[in-house]
């Protein structure tokens, strides 16, 4: 039947992208990820956000190391603009997406008690690739950031197939 608007809408999903400071590498994951939700059509579907676990860039735009080499791959991120985790968003999101275990720790120690989002690092949904970091680039070169978007690029593609799953399973439901 037609999908119904319910405290769990098994109909629609969301993701939310966490680094360390919400101007490098998360900002390109989200922009993969809208890229690859809106061309699998997906777009209405799946609620997208990114954050960071610390303060300081809060209400800035991404890195321009970061808009270059998202633009380089056709994608624009110049919109974004920084703001931190917070407790709201353990229930807003289904799947709070970490670049790498220092991330997840921090993630963790702000995270409500009983909360049921799924805490994972992006690079978990790729087989093979377990516990591997999204390594951060701030204090590299060029080289760093194509590593981060090819990294984003890859972990994004596994999460869209959980994701749709998931989704998947809750059109399933609904019939
Ligand atoms: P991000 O990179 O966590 O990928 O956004 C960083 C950005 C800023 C800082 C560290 C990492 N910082 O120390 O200001």
Redesign the pocket.
Known sequence: GAPQTREQDVTKTSVLFV?????????VAEGVFRDLVAQAGLADRIEIDSA?T?D??IGRGP?PR?CAVAARHGIDITGLR?RQLCRADFARFRFIVA?DAS?LADIRAVAPAGHSAEVRMLLDFVPGMEGRPVP???YGGPEDFEE?YRLARLGCEALLETVRAALAVGAAAEA
């Open positions: 680094c360390l400071g919400n101007i490098c590498r998360s900002p960071g610390g300081w860039h890195d970061s920084a670049m991330n951060d680039p701030y981060t």
